[in-house]
Antibody, heavy 120, light 107 residues
Framework: EEQLVQSGAEVKKPGDSLKISCQGSGYFFPNRWVVWVRQMPGKGLELVGIIYPDDSDTTYSPSFEGQVTISADRSSSTAYLQWSSLRASDTAMYYC?????????????WGQGTMVIVSS | DIQVTQSPSTLSASVGDRVTITCRATQSIGPYLAWYQQKPGKAPKLLIYQASRIEGGVPSRFSGSGSGTEFTLSISSLQPADFATYYCQQYHNYPWTFGQGTKVDVK
């Protein structure tokens, strides 16, 4: 079964750093683009950015450029989303998802989501 | 960025009803529109891609149409499992953007 499994929920304080993960299985992870999508509480879906795990080619959505870092480790079939200094406004559910084919394409496999809560 | 706007934001319907959701883009996106279904506490699920192509395993009561700037998602006969929030997404121009969502609830 092709799947993406994300790391567990996190509760952090403003200013903390954080790295969450998304591990793929059941398919050849390096040559399928992976996206990160944010969903703030009670709100819609926003694309954070996209990475090609084979060479770590990464593109951020303008709203997230400089705010987060996306990376990948092809040897462990894992993509990451990280913050160096969290803000309360980063509180959200974060999903990773796989692109079906080459850019542009749709998101056909999704992780279960990682809830990030930032509160003092 | 290309904006996509869904209507209505909320739709109240009964089992067996035909339901239609509209998505409009601020510029032409050709056929590069997808529809996703999201249930509470769950990740979104792909239903329709390229405006009208149904994803494998998705019931045939779901259909999509449109091209350019106006698109629709229809459910021919609403089933209990279909009460959820639906999102359209354009993937013509990066950053790919989602509509604000349409919640289908019980009338």
């Amino acid at each position: 079964e092709e799947q993406l499994v994300q790391s567990g929920a996190e509760v952090k304080k403003p200013g903390d750093s954080l790295k969450i993960s998304c591990q793929g299985s059941g398919y050849f992870f390096p040559n399928r683009w992976v996206v990160w999508v944010r969903q703030m509480p009670g709100k819609g879906l926003e694309l954070v950015g996209i990475i090609y795990p084979d060479d770590s080619d990464t593109t951020y959505s303008p709203s997230f450029e400089g705010q987060v870092t996306i990376s990948a480790d092809r040897s462990s079939s894992t993509a990451y989303l990280q913050w160096s200094s969290l803000r309360a406004s980063d509180t959200a559910m974060y999903y990773c998802a796989r692109l079906r084919g080459s850019r542009p394409d749709v998101f056909d496999v999704w992780g279960q989501g990682t809830m990030v809560i930032v509160s003092s | 960025d290309i904006q996509v706007t869904q209507s209505p934001s909320t739709l109240s319907a009964s089992v067996g009803d035909r339901v239609t959701i509209t998505c409009r883009a601020t510029q032409s996106i050709g056929p590069y529109l997808a529809w996703y279904q999201q249930k509470p506490g769950k990740a979104p699920k792909l239903l329709i891609y390229q405006a009208s192509r149904i994803e494998g395993g998705v019931p045939s009561r779901f259909s999509g149409s449109g091209s350019g700037t106006e698109f629709t998602l229809s459910i021919s006969s609403l089933q209990p499992a279909d009460f959820a929030t639906y999102y359209c997404q354009q993937y013509h121009n990066y950053p790919w953007t989602f509509g604000q969502g349409t919640k289908v609830d019980v009338k």
